[in-house]
């Protein structure tokens, strides 16, 4: 087991608020910096085509390319942290996340692109985990107040990435959009280097490293990602025999894995945190309320243009109100939530995110134009996810602090994986329903609104905590 922190450190840092919120801010620069860029890189695929002279198809790989890495390297990040230190793993990942970003910049063809989009994720996948770790372990009485704050953060990172994409687009060229991440990269390193605490690790860890489980987890997860983004992008012209093998193998890959965690003595990831008590709740509201509902979500600007005819200027500015709906709830429940508990706020966010998505498939009431509608459903749904987040993120970590950093990754790696999959079901269904697009994606909101309910009463499974953990 790795030990917590020297007591002196933690009492340091608590002692101390101007030094423990610079530390919190050298954390937040680089989960900005992650969160941005893996947002605003939608907004230069038509300029990578044309200076490329690729296809859609192909450029579109620069997205889920990252996906593929991150979703792959969040597990063994969260291992390699616990293993050698938090502080060690969040430099390399900074560093490395930094150096492949000048290397996308600096990409002569579409395929070079892709594969630094590939190790550009593997930096990045380690960010979240470590800085997880890194609060738990020295943050003291009010880690869960910081731990929260990750919400907002997220929120704003996935808000301004488009519109820091679209100035760089417009006024430089594609390329600056990695750029940007190295002057911030250098600096986050530096600060990092110097004040935050190393990492205290006085019983070594000598387990042996679960290959086997690391290879079946890839498996899983590769060929997951393979159907679901076939799925997506084969949508009318898909061949279900190759759609169903893709998840066959996935499912084969999954059931191996799950054997092999129950037998061996150090598995890669104990089985406790992903369907134990109380864990099992938690990932399967971080699934659908979190990840499946953030990938719908982030098709209303689809589902305005498709079912109102709202120009796409004005659809893109939809989701501007969920993101500081989001920003400013996560960050009010996050100072409170030593008060609130958990089961209160994950509640009444879920009652509202039921409301907000299932408003999105209703028509306009009360004469309300189309795009006011729209943007108070979105506004009702970040008010939900901001409401929500601060409980179900602190919800798994405190019951095992010690493996925080592998706890932040499943919890990851479940949004991920929801979001993957409620965007590739939905795009799926609309497009093999083209003349009536709008109504049929109307009918998605309604399907999941539906799903969300249902599952309200798993909260009632969470360990409720008041005060600090």
């Known amino acids: 087991m790795i030990?917590?922190?020297?007591?002196?450190?933690?009492?340091?840092?608590?002692?101390?608020?101007?030094?423990?919120?610079?530390?919190?801010?050298i954390i937040s620069l680089a989960l900005?910096?992650?969160t941005i860029d893996s947002t605003i890189v939608a907004t230069a695929l038509h300029a990578m085509q044309n200076d490329f002279k690729s296809s859609v198809a192909l450029v579109g790989w620069t997205l889920t390319a990252y996906s593929f890495g991150f979703v792959l390297m969040l597990p063994l990040s969260a291992k390699l942290s616990?293993?050698?230190?938090?502080?060690?793993?969040?430099?390399?990942?900074?560093?490395?996340?930094?150096l492949t970003s000048?290397?996308?910049?600096?990409?002569?063809?579409?395929?070079?692109?892709?594969?630094?989009?590939?190790?550009?994720?593997?930096?990045?996948?380690?960010?979240?985990?470590?800085?997880?770790?890194?609060?738990?372990?020295?943050?003291?009485?009010?880690?869960?107040?910081?731990?929260?704050?990750?919400?907002?953060?997220?929120?704003?990172?996935?808000?301004?990435?488009?519109?820091?994409?679209?100035?760089?687009v417009t006024y430089w060229s594609w390329e600056w959009i990695f750029y940007i991440n190295i002057p911030i990269g250098l600096i986050i390193l530096l600060l990092?280097?110097?004040?935050?605490?190393?990492?205290?690790?006085?019983?070594?860890?000598?387990?042996?490293?679960?290959?086997?489980?690391?290879?079946?987890?890839?498996?899983?997860?590769?060929?997951?990602?393979?159907?679901?983004?076939?799925?997506?992008?084969?949508?009318?012209?898909l061949n279900i025999a190759v759609f169903i093998g893709?998840?066959?193998?996935?499912?084969?890959?999954?059931?191996?894995?799950?054997?092999?965690?129950?037998?061996?003595?150090?598995?890669?990831?104990?089985?406790?945190?992903i369907i134990g008590k109380n864990f099992g709740a938690v990932n399967l509201l971080n699934v659908i309320h979190s990840g499946?509902?953030?990938?719908?979500?982030?098709?209303?600007?689809?589902?305005?243009?498709?079912?109102?005819?709202?120009?796409?200027?004005?659809?893109?500015?939809?989701?501007?109100?969920?993101?500081?709906?989001?920003?400013?709830?996560?960050?009010?429940?996050?100072?409170?939530?030593?008060?609130?508990?958990y089961r209160k706020p994950l509640y009444v966010g879920s009652l509202l995110l039921t409301c907000g998505v299932g408003l999105l498939s209703v028509s306009p009431l009360f004469g309300i134009p189309p795009y006011y509608w729209l943007m108070g459903c979105t506004l009702i749904i970040g008010a939900s996810i901001g409401t929500m987040s601060p409980s179900a993120r602190n919800a798994g970590l405190q019951l095992a602090p010690d493996q925080s950093a592998n706890i932040a990754a499943i919890r990851s790696l479940g949004m991920q994986m929801g979001y993957i999959t409620s965007v590739a079901l939905a795009t799926t269904v609309v497009s093999m329903n083209a003349a009536n697009s709008g109504s049929v994606h109307a009918m998605v909101y309604l399907g999941l609104a539906i799903v969300i309910f249902l599952t309200i009463p798993v909260i009632s499974k969470i360990q409720e905590v008041k005060g600090s953990w």
């Open 32 to 34: 900005l910096m992650q």
């Open 292 to 341: 499946m509902t953030i990938g719908a979500n982030s098709l209303v600007p689809l589902y305005a243009i498709n079912r109102y005819g709202i120009s796409e200027l004005h659809s893109g500015t939809l989701l501007v109100a969920n993101g500081i709906a989001s920003v400013v709830l996560s960050s009010i429940l996050s100072v409170n939530i030593h008060k609130t508990g």
């Open 3 to 25: 030990e917590n922190p020297n007591t002196d450190i933690v009492q340091k840092i608590e002692s101390n608020p101007p030094y423990r919120l610079f530390l919190f801010v």
């Open 192 to 237: 990092a280097i110097k004040f935050i605490p190393k990492d205290n690790l006085k019983v070594k860890v000598r387990e042996k490293m679960d290959l086997t489980g690391m290879a079946l987890m890839g498996l899983a997860i590769l060929f997951a990602m393979g159907g679901a983004t076939y799925l997506a992008e084969q949508q009318a012209n």
């Open 82 to 98: 616990i293993k050698f230190g938090h502080k060690k793993i969040f430099i390399i990942s900074v560093f490395v996340f930094t």
């Open 102 to 168: 000048w290397f996308c910049g600096l990409a002569t063809n579409i395929y070079v692109l892709i594969a630094m989009r590939v190790l550009q994720a593997m930096g990045g996948a380690g960010i979240t985990p470590a800085a997880t770790g890194i609060i738990v372990d020295y943050f003291g009485r009010t880690k869960a107040q910081y731990l929260g704050l990750f919400g907002s953060i997220f929120a704003s990172g996935a808000m301004i990435g488009p519109i820091f994409g679209g100035v760089f």
């Open 246 to 273: 893709l998840f066959l193998a996935a499912a084969i890959s999954t059931w191996a894995l799950f054997k092999h965690l129950g037998k061996v003595p150090f598995p890669f990831i104990n089985l406790k945190f």
